[in-house]
């Protein structure tokens, strides 16, 4: 059946005209709810829902949560970039967008209320958020919920996150399959993602059968400031003989990058040629943010708004489509800071009664 029939008859079954019913299926907003709702049934029940093309077509309004922080002039870069990729998905259509701060734990759940029963809002997109009870709730409202970087193990909601098990396999198998073995792990655990990450760390020194031991190998701040990372880092590196330092390091973002660099600056330690550098972080902060780009994987940034909102899409278009968990793979990006392990053999001598190795190290540079 042609486009025209189709319109004809949902126009003839649902008693509206067929121009109502073209501007409903191409996604115009002015449309009373209830014509809406009649022509999207029908059009659903005569199949013609899925043979459409992704579009504004079902989404009218989307409430979109995130912490405070990431609409803050110097806040959260990463979860700015996600609300940037729900815009650009919605773009071409006339969606209402309200973006709200929502905070990670303990969140204001009037607030929360409050915005997604809003009348133009059909859908909601939760970021980053680890509150059980605003899950909880977010089931309740009869309204598609997609959660964005974060975990429902209620398994209730659709979710998009980065594949943060995979991404931390891949960085330190990349480093493995280049020969290192005395590897420095740094990161921060404020959240059940950053978990996953260092389970994948964990996974890729199994796969390799190389023994993982947090003191040697994992350095654990607060959070991932350059400052923070740079007082662990030399702090780690003053209690450690210089003949057991790390062949590469792997911190868990380019800010700690930042705080790694200055302390190998510090020490004197070349990058690549005497210890390798590998982070992750989303493809503009690896191509921007450093003096000297470093190798790292991208975390798909921009790309988890765009998913979020075709979820919601296929949400609102298959009702009792099964719940799913989408992981977006990261991908890797070769700056040269990470050497083949031979090139740091020279490395293995340094230490001496005089305290002064290869590189000519003093004590006071340690």
Known sequence: MSGKLKMDKIAGLTGYSVSTVSRV???????????????IQCARELGVLDELTFGRLLIKG????????TFNGRGDIFYREVTKGIADAVA?????????GLEEQHADIGFFLDKVRHNDINAIIIIGNDDPTIRKLAVT??????????????????????????IGFNALNYLFERGHRRIITITCLRRETLYDRLDGVK???????????????????????????????????????????????????????AGVMRVLAQRNLQIPHQISLMTTDFAWNLENLLDTRVNGIAVPCRELGVEAVHIL?????????????LLLQGRMQDYGTVAQATRHAARAEIGGDNGVGELGLEDDQR
């Open 25 to 39: 299926l191409s996604g115009k907003a002015y449309t009373s709810d209830r014509a809406r709702e009649a022509i």
């Open 62 to 69: 989307i409430a979109v949560f995130a912490p405070a922080r």
């Open 92 to 100: 071409p259509w006339n969606v209402y967008l309200s973006f709200c």
């Open 141 to 166: 409202l009869n309204k598609p919920c997609v959660l964005i970087n974060t975990h429902d193990r209620e398994m209730e909601l659709d979710a998009v996150s980065p594949d943060h098990r995979a």
């Open 203 to 257: 996974e890729a020194y199994r796969f390799h059968h190389v023994p993982f031991n947090p003191q040697n190998a994992l350095i654990v701040t607060e959070g991932f400031t350059t400052d923070e990372t740079e007082q662990a880092l030399r702090a780690w590196l003053d209690a450690c003989p210089p003949g057991a330092w790390p062949e590469a390091i792997f911190p868990g973002s380019v800010g700690m990058t």
């Open 313 to 325: 899409q296929n949400r609102l278009n298959r009702p009792g489509a099964p719940v799913y968990n």
